[in-house]
Nanobody, 114 residues
């Protein structure tokens, strides 16, 4: 299983970005899909998670600003980010769970700076 993330970049505070992550390979059924991020000098943290049934879970720091969604037909997960803050800066990783095994993408860099 391979995960290809895209959509990162440089954005000013208050701006928006949309991340995408497409899974490919031997996929039968994806359970949870999620986004994590790692800021410089910090540990990786959960940003948002979405189950196969569409239930979502967000880190407190992004609630109301970020929206996670998925397209099961395309094996793709999205993260729409609004009102971005400098503290949202980091490498964003997508993660999927298939039959109890977790897979990680290589990460896409998001930089929020003026």
């Amino acid at each position: 299983v391979q995960l290809q993330a895209s959509g990162g970049g440089l954005v000013q505070p208050g701006g928006s970005l949309r991340l995408s992550c497409a899974a490919s390979g031997s996929i039968f059924s994806i359970n949870d899909m999620g986004w994590y991020r790692q800021a410089p000098g910090k540990e990786r943290e959960l940003v948002a998670l979405i189950s196969n049934g569409g239930s979502t879970n967000y880190a407190a720091s992004v609630k109301g600003r970020f929206t996670i969604s998925r397209d099961n037909a395309k094996n793709t997960v999205y993260l729409q980010m609004h009102s971005l803050k400098p503290e949202d800066t980091g490498v964003y990783y997508c993660n999927v769970e298939i039959r109890g095994i977790e897979y990680w993408g290589k990460g896409t860099l998001v930089t929020v700076s003026s």
